[in-house]
């Protein structure tokens, strides 16, 4: 799992399709100019949580997302292996997280 908040994160991301870099560093971009781009994990705005195992996604669930229903689900990028989706959960007024999943981790997410 990596959890990003701050552009400099993005470098995490060097294995990832453009696609995915560009979406993140959008979200990012969107939440630094909301929330200041000095924040943390905890701070109001939220951040990006990148699933890269499965597994992850029952811990996510049964601990930050417990309860919640996402916002909204989109495929960000799709090709002939692999489909990624950004999923949006608002967990307070000023706070949320976006789970980026591929395959049977998105649908593991959404049941």
């Known amino acids: 799992m990596i959890n990003l908040c701050k552009k400099e994160d993005l470098n995490l991301l060097s294995e990832y399709p453009k696609e995915i870099v560009d979406s993140v560093d959008n979200i990012i971009t969107i ?62 007024s000023d706070y949320s997280i976006t789970v980026i999943t591929k395959n049977k981790a998105t649908d593991e997410l959404l049941k």
């Open 31 to 92: 939440l630094n100019e909301s929330y200041g781009k000095d924040r943390k994990l905890t701070d109001d705005g939220g951040y990006v949580c990148v699933i890269e195992e499965i597994e992850e996604v029952e811990s996510l669930k049964v601990n930050i997302l417990k309860g919640l229903i996402e916002e909204f689900s989109d495929v960000i990028h799709e090709d002939g292996i692999d489909k990624y989706s950004s999923t949006l959960y608002l967990l307070s």
